[in-house]
């Protein structure tokens, strides 16, 4: 009985965990006892998990990391500092809408990972190119979550505050921020998906160290643990960031708790 | 002498885009002395709450003039405040926080805003929700709370946007009693919007009517009971003949309400 309500009570992690570890029993399996594993074309999760003790955990990747981690802190500290403001401002004042309007609907329909070669081009390959590459992929949702944010604030809100003598400084502070905050939190989490994509891309276009220039070295000469031990390495950071953001979107907005759907 | 507040032919159309135009004021005149408890009566959709605003200086009407102690309104002020109908709490603030509202903005110091706001957290009867927001309130707590916060920076004037509306019955009473008792201790004049009749008659000096939309005020009635009032006078016959000839008057509103446009 015990079980059972522990069961019931933790029903969703427990059927996460099952089906995961499921899907790698079965990868394991079949390349172990059904079909003979050619290491050339594919690999299975045993050695995946020695290549990620070894090249993870072990330290052979951490430059490579901390030189992908240094291009997307950058672009990424920049999308926020200009995404915000100007998503808040467009919402705000009607008619930094209108002009803006035009532009960022063009950019963010537009896949714009096809301008990485034009950006290593004119930024040279390292750093910098890929610090902008993080940046215009990372910036969009954060305008048009501030934006829509700004744009769903209540005006009766507004007005309480007018009318208990609040100037525009307390309209900000006080109602417009607050009720973008969370819209800006949402962002941030498709912001840190587009970022990374945005490192990868970079990486994989021209670039002589990194996370995703190591993925590109290992598929190149057939190091496929090695390889995926990256890729996994990358999903878990990004799980933990996005899901890091959860976590601090209800700490810092506990009014929404309990009532927004996941 | 000029009447504390004065509105003289208050004409306000509201435009929205892509809409016709809503005239909510019509040659609205109203007066109101100091001290005095006024209530507002009329149909719903009439412009009760479009005069609450302008008085608020929260809206500005087309034409027409509105004074308060012979000063014209331009603009919200600290010796007005509101409860309004849609209560208008931040939602990621506290109760407390809420309540403290005004007095934040009026420069207060945390410590005495904590001293003020608890005593009228009490007041109104939510002690122990303090830390509570305001998704975690039932429709009547969030009232109080609205309440609480207008009472709050002690304004002279209270307007009032049909503010016990979402109180089950006894808590209604019991808010009566309380805004009376404040309102005779610290002399305060207070505008009441309310759809009940029984309300008005009970806690005003006199009760405006107002007519259709766009509001007018058709006709006032003054009402001649002795105060302190107490529960008991509504079970007399003065008090239902007050009720009746309210009725009386609203009943032709209410009628073109619902022969004209039904909204
Ligand atoms: N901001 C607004 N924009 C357009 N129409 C409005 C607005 N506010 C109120 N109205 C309209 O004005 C009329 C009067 O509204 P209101 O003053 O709220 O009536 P009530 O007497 O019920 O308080 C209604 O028909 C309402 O639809
Ligand atoms: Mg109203």
Known sequence: ?262 | MVPYIQAKNLNLTFRPKNRDPVTALLGLDLEASQGEFLSLVGPSGCGKSTFLNVLLGLLKPDSGDIRLNGNRITGPGQERAMVFQEFGLLPWRTVQANVELGLELKGVAAATRRQRSAELITLVGLNGFEQHYPHELSGGMKQRVGLARALATDPDVLLMDEPFAALDAQTRDLMQMELLQIWDRAKKTVLFVTHSIEEAAYLSDRVVIMTARPARTKSTIKINLPRPRDYEMRLSAEFNDIKARIWETLKEELMTRSAGDGS
Not at chain 1, 18 to 23: E, K
Not at chain 1, 40 to 49: D, E, N, R, Y
């Open chain 1, 1 to 262: 009985m015990g079980a059972k309500r522990i069961y019931q009570e933790y029903q969703r992690p427990i059927l996460g965990l099952v089906s995961v570890a499921g899907l790698f029993l079965a990868w394991e399996l079949v390349l172990t006892y059904l079909v003979p594993l050619n290491p050339f074309f594919f690999t299975k999760p045993s050695l995946i998990a020695t290549a990620f003790q070894e090249q993870v955990l072990g330290g052979r990747l951490w430059h490579d990391l901390i030189i992908s981690s240094r291009a997307f802190l950058w672009g990424f500290s920049c999308a926020i500092a200009v995404g915000i403001p100007v998503g808040v401002l467009m919402g705000w004042r009607r008619r930094a809408e209108y002009t803006l309007d035009p532009f960022l609907t063009a950019l963010y329909a537009s896949p714009l990972v096809a301008l990485a070669p034009l950006i290593i081009v004119v930024f040279g390959v390292g750093l910098l190119a890929k610090s902008v590459l993080v940046f215009l992929l990372a910036v969009f949702p954060f305008i048009f979550n501030a934006f829509a944010g700004v744009r769903s604030t209540d005006r009766l809100l507004i007005n309480v505050v007018k009318s208990f003598g609040g100037k525009e400084k307390d309209l900000y502070f006080k109602v417009i921020l607050p009720s973008t905050l969370p819209y800006i939190v949402a962002g941030t989490r498709i912001a840190i998906g587009r970022g990374l994509v945005g490192i990868i891309v970079g990486e994989f276009v021209a670039a002589s160290e990194g996370i995703g220039f190591a993925i590109s070295r290992f598929g190149d000469t057939y190091q496929l643990p090695e390889m995926f031990a990256a890729i996994f390495f990358l999903m878990i950071t990004a799980i933990v960031l996005t899901e890091g953001m959860r976590k601090l979107e209800a700490a810092l907005a506990p009014w929404r708790v309990g009532q927004e759907a996941r």
